[in-house]
């Protein structure tokens, strides 16, 4: 069974650009997650999908982040403009419940430039 | 401010010996304690979880403490191994309310030497 995959593993983009990042979940997992590790802190949450509606988005950073799930299936995740301080690694995780185990991909490393 | 503080960020243990990394935690609310693994190139995995009414888990080489009165957890790394050398993270979370909504350390960067 695959796991969580996400595109591209590697994004290097000017300042100002727009990048998007995809994740897809396991096949089932209705419930999508994104998180972001930035200049080596700690892993933070960003939000929590449930099928293709938003559940929890308190830990977006700004309105140049967009998150969509359409159809319940991948996720997409867009930085519309890139500033520098968005550069870090960002996961997406699924669960095939709220409280079920979380399964993380590889991690998109975004750095802008 | 950072919710769970993580230390060391950095370990280096020689090949047989005891690895500890220690956790402490700020919300009395939190009633899920995860560890994820990572290594290079991959995404963090589920190592070992516990729940607040356990003082102690163990699975294997790997045993979580955990003192509810200190607000502190640890992992142990019983008899580590080269192929244990990953970055680890301790995660919190109010699973019955939040689900994977995660609150993760800093990291500590395991090196185990041969």
């Known amino acids: 069974e695959a796991g969580v995959t996400q595109f591209p593993s590697h994004s290097v983009i000017e300042k100002g650009q727009t990048v998007t990042l995809r994740c897809d979940p396991i096949?089932?997992?209705?419930?999508l997650y994104w998180y972001r590790r930035v200049m080596g802190k700690e892993i933070k949450f960003l939000l929590h999908?449930?099928?293709?509606?938003?559940?929890?988005e308190s830990g977006m950073p700004n309105n140049r982040f967009l998150a969509e799930r359409t159809g319940g299936t991948y996720s997409t995740l867009k930085v519309q403009p890139a500033e520098l301080e968005d550069s870090g690694v960002y996961f997406c995780?699924?669960?095939?419940?709220?409280?079920?185990?979380?399964?993380f991909g590889q991690g998109t490393r975004l750095t802008v430039v | 401010q950072q919710q769970v503080k993580q230390s060391p960020q950095s370990l280096i243990v020689q090949k047989g010996g005891i690895s500890i990394i220690n956790c402490a935690y700020e919300?009395?609310?939190?009633?899920?304690f995860p560890w994820y693994q990572q290594f290079p190139g991959k995404g963090p995995a589920l190592l070992i979880a516990?729940?607040?009414?356990?003082s102690e888990k163990k699975e294997g080489r790997f045993t979580i403490s955990f003192n509810k009165s200190a607000k502190q957890f640890s992992l142990h790394i019983m008899d580590s191994q080269p192929g244990d050398s990953a970055t680890y993270f301790c995660?919190?979370?109010?699973?019955?309310?939040?689900?994977?909504?995660?609150?993760f350390g800093g990291g500590t960067r395991l090196m185990v030497k041969p």
């Open positions: 995780a699924s669960s095939q419940t709220p409280r079920g185990e979380a399964f």
């Open positions: 096949s089932g997992h209705d419930n």
């Open positions: 999908f449930v099928k293709e509606s938003k559940q929890d």
């Open positions: 919300n009395t609310a939190f009633d899920y």
């Open positions: 516990i729940r607040p009414d356990v």
């Open positions: 995660a919190a979370s109010m699973r019955w309310n939040a689900g994977n909504m995660l609150t």
